[in-house]
């Protein structure tokens, strides 16, 4: 069955960087897209970044563009999430999620993990 | 960015009973708007696609409805495992964009 399992989450300094992972097994992944969203502590969920199934294309919320980067490697079915010059309005629960076939951006995320948290705090 | 405006932000209701949640988009979307179920310590997972079509396994009991800036999203015949926070999102322009949410709760 489809998976998509989050790992790297922890705590960490401001200023300091993290690497997320996302491993995706049950389907073909070069045919996906993958999105990032995130959960902070008692708000809602808020997009973050996607990259497209042959990771030439990527795209950023406004609040992490210059800060987050998202690359795949096709040969391990994994995307990462690497997460610089990190604050403490980052801390939050970070969910890796699969667009629907086809698409870049354009529809619904039809599988999501579990989601790995993230703190940022001195 | 396209705002999303849930209400109510919290809700109430017994078991069978028929809530509905309101989406509103600060300009039109068309019809590029999901709606999500969200329990605590859970991935998210797709209730309505395309403003109202039912995800793959979702019972006939949720519905959505709408178009351009306004759409609901129904729950009927209420049942205790529909506690949880449920999101509207638009994908009509990037940035994706999520409502605030709307909590449920079992009276």
Same mark, same amino acid.
């Given at each position: @069955?489809? @998976? ?10 401001? !200023?300091?960087?993290? &690497? ?6 049950? =389907?073909?992944? $070069? ?27 990527? =795209? *950023? ?5 210059? &800060?987050?980067?998202?690359? &795949?490697?096709?040969?391990?079915? $994994?995307? *990462? ?11 939050? =629960? *970070? =969910? ?9 951006? &354009? !529809? ?6 579990? !989601?790995?948290?993230? $703190?940022?705090?001195? | 960015? #396209? ?17 509905? #949640? ?9 019809? /590029? ?15 309505? /696609? ?19 800036? /306004?759409?609901?999203?129904? #729950? ?10 449920? /999101? ?17 709760? #079992?009276?």
């Amino acid at each position: @069955q489809v @998976q998509l399992v989050e790992s790297g989450g922890g705590v960490v300094q401001p !200023g300091k960087s993290l &690497r997320l992972s996302c491993a995706a097994s049950g =389907f073909t992944f $070069t045919s996906y897209a993958i999105h990032w969203v995130r959960q902070s502590p008692g708000k809602g969920l808020e997009w973050m970044a996607a990259i497209s199934r042959d990771g030439s294309e990527d =795209f *950023y919320s406004d609040s992490v563009k210059g &800060r987050f980067i998202v690359s &795949r490697d096709n040969s391990k079915s $994994t995307v *990462y999430l690497q997460m610089n010059s990190l604050r403490a309005d980052d801390t939050a =629960f *970070y =969910f890796c999620a699969r667009i629907i076939v086809g698409s870049n951006w &354009r !529809g619904h995320f039809d599988h999501w993990g579990q !989601g790995t948290l993230v $703190t940022v705090s001195s | 960015d #396209i705002q999303m405006t849930q209400s109510p932000s919290s809700l109430s209701a017994a078991i069978g009973d028929s809530v509905t #949640i309101a989406c509103q988009a600060s300009q039109g979307i068309g019809k /590029y708007l999901n709606w999500y179920r969200h329990k605590p310590g859970q991935a998210p997972e797709v209730l309505i /696609y395309d403003a109202s079509n039912l995800g793959t396994g979702v019972p006939s009991r949720f519905r959505g409805r709408g178009s351009a800036t /306004y759409f609901t999203f129904t #729950i009927t015949s209420l049942q205790p495992e529909d506690i949880a926070t449920y /999101y509207c999102q638009q994908y009509d322009v990037l940035p994706i964009t999520f409502g605030q949410g709307t909590r449920l709760e #079992i009276k």
